[in-house]
Nanobody
């Protein structure tokens, strides 16, 4: 079935930048809404950004203006460009795919394994 593999995480100083990538293996990438979520130690997983197959984006307030989500449907890849990073951005970042199921009103959701982002001071 569908598999998601994230990459691009690492260690960066405050104010620095990172670009995360997520490769989607499987069918119907173009009709899936893709998202990035993150989970910091001791905190609940939270939405960072989403992008529909048509390119409509949505951002968490903490990400808007600093982060940019994009996708390349030809490569089955979604990206998260992160600029002006802050220590509070430290978290494991997870790739997410969401699409309609075969039955009306149902959804099918997939998650990647995550990639660690550490912003040191």
């Amino acid at each position: 079935q569908v598999q998601l593999v994230e990459s691009g995480g690492g260690l960066v100083q405050p104010g620095g930048s990172l670009r995360l990538s997520c490769v989607f293996s499987g069918s119907r990438f173009s009709s899936s809404t893709m998202g990035w979520y993150r989970q910091a130690p001791g905190k609940q997983r939270e939405l960072v950004a989403t992008i529909t197959g048509g390119g409509s984006t949505n951002y968490a307030g903490s990400a808007k203006g600093r982060f940019t989500i994009s996708r390349d449907n030809a490569k089955n890849t979604v990206y998260l460009q992160m600029n002006s990073l802050k220590p509070e951005d430290t978290a494991v970042y997870y790739c997410n795919a969401d699409r309609a199921g075969l039955l009306t009103g149902t959804r099918i959701v997939f998650w990647g394994q995550g990639t660690q982002v550490f912003v040191s001071s």
